[in-house]
C-alpha cells in the first residue's frame, strides 16, 4: 500500500497504522490493509480495523467500533488523489489472555479507485 494511502487511512479513521505507539493510551484503534485484486483502476482491499481498550468489559471497545462503522459503512471518501469506498464486514471480540485487555475486530471492504492526472 502506499505511503499517502496510509496516510488518508490514518486521517480518516484515526486509527494508527499497523501498531500503536507505546505511549497510546487505551482505547486506541490499530488498522492493517491487504490488497485482494487490481482490476484496471479499481484496488480492492481488505481493511481491517482493531480496537484495544484495558478494560473489565467490552462496551467501550465496541461503541468505539460502532462508531467507526457508522462512519465507514457505505462511505465515499473523496480525496486529492483517491476515492475510497467502504463496507462493512464481519466483526468479532478477540480474548486475550490478559483479562483486562479487550480486543474488537472489523474487517470492512474496501475499494481505491485512483484519481487520473
Excluded at 486509527?15 to 482505547?27: I, K, S
Excluded at 485482494?36 to 480492492?44: N, Q
Excluded at 467502504?86 to 474487517?107: A, L, M, S
Aim: with cysteine.
Amino acid at each position: 500500500m502506499n505511503s499517502e494511502l496510509k496516510r488518508e487511512l490514518e486521517i480518516f479513521t484515526g486509527a494508527y497504522y499497523e501498531e500503536a505507539p507505546g505511549e497510546a493510551e487505551y482505547p486506541y484503534m490499530v488498522f492493517s490493509v491487504q490488497r485482494l485484486s487490481d482490476d484496471e483502476g479499481k484496488l480492492s482491499y481488505s481493511l481491517e480495523v482493531d480496537v484495544w481498550d484495558q478494560n473489565e468489559y467490552y462496551s467501550r471497545a465496541e461503541s468505539m467500533m460502532d462508531a467507526l462503522e457508522k462512519k465507514l459503512h457505505r462511505c465515499n471518501h473523496m480525496s486529492d488523489k483517491f476515492l475510497i469506498r467502504i463496507f462493512r464486514g464481519r466483526r468479532q471480540n478477540i480474548p486475550d489472555p490478559d483479562k483486562t485487555i479487550k480486543r474488537v475486530r472489523e474487517q470492512f471492504e474496501m475499494q481505491v479507485f485512483e484519481k487520473e492526472d
